[in-house]
């Protein structure tokens, strides 16, 4: 048994397979998500986990080369912007229907309990070497 890190499993096992370039969605409890990628659906209950908790927990076990983000996040979601700013770099803004669009190819959707308006990022996969 791990002890520490990410403990759920299948979300450990989906991290494993990701490869350099590979996309990952954050995302929150609204996010439509399209057929096609893995989901990793870690929502409990409006606001647990919050989209904050499993970014950092995911930022802490991925290299990243940045992300995406929703332009609207910026006047709808200050916090969330902030928090995205801080922690993704660099940071592309993009309309939410393109970053909608863009989930499609994702490798893996990890979906929150999050419940503020778009909180979500897709980050692309960087290599440790």
């Given at each position: 048994?791990?002890?520490?890190g990410i403990?759920?499993?299948h979300l450990c096992g989906a991290l494993a397979e990701l490869g350099h370039g590979d996309t990952v969605l954050i995302c929150d409890a609204g996010m439509p998500v399209p057929p096609g990628p893995r989901v990793v659906?870690?929502?409990?209950?409006?606001?647990?986990?919050?989209f904050a908790e499993v970014l950092d927990?995911?930022?802490a076990e991925l290299v990243t080369e940045g992300g995406?983000?929703?332009?609207?996040?910026q006047e709808a979601n200050p916090a969330t912007a902030r928090l995205l700013s801080a922690r993704?770099?660099?940071?592309?803004l993009v309309p939410h229907e393109?970053?909608?669009?863009?989930t499609a190819a994702a490798r893996l959707v990890v979906r929150?309990?999050?419940?503020?308006?778009?909180?979500?990022?897709?980050?692309?996969c960087g290599v440790f070497f």
């Open positions: 048994m791990k002890k520490s403990l759920n499993r659906d870690l929502a409990f209950r409006a606001g647990v986990p919050s927990g995911l930022l995406t983000a929703a332009t609207e996040v993704v770099t660099p940071l592309t393109e970053l909608k669009r863009r929150t309990g999050e419940a503020t308006p778009y909180a979500n990022v897709l980050l692309r």
